[in-house]
């Protein structure tokens, strides 16, 4: 059992940077592929990056590629979430999520827990 909080969103204007941060329990975090999604009102849920539970490997969206920054602190059990360069479309509530021995996952259906998700703004 996996259990993710989020944390980090907020308002933003367009252009600028936000963190995001999702904790997890349980002691076998290593062992989990960690991903970011987002789901903006009226849309679909959909993939936004993935790290590997070494931290060697990750993927991106083409949407964020190159704005976006995932990673992961293994001995804190955190992954974050750097967002730079924010457009309005980006504006979402974003949800972190823990797959088990499954690599760079980017199906929703893939992750079997999920954090309550943290709400992103970026103002025009």
């Known amino acids: 059992q996996v259990r993710l909080v989020e944390s980090g969103g907020g308002l933003v204007q367009a252009g600028g940077s936000l963190r995001l941060s999702c904790a997890a329990s349980g002691q076998t975090f290593s062992t989990y592929t960690m991903g970011w999604f987002r789901q903006a009102p009226g849309k679909e849920r959909e993939f936004v990056a993935a790290i590997a539970w070494s931290a060697v490997s990750t993927a991106y969206s083409d949407s964020v590629k190159g704005r976006f920054t995932i990673s992961r602190d293994n001995a804190k059990n955190t992954v974050y979430l750097q967002m730079n360069s924010l457009k309005p479309e980006d504006t979402a509530v974003y949800y972190c999520?823990?797959?088990?021995?499954?690599?760079?996952?980017?199906?929703?259906?893939?992750?079997?827990?999920w954090g309550q998700g943290t709400q992103v703004t970026v103002s025009s």
């Open positions: 999520a823990a797959a088990y021995r499954v690599w760079l996952a980017r199906r929703a259906n893939e992750y079997a827990y």
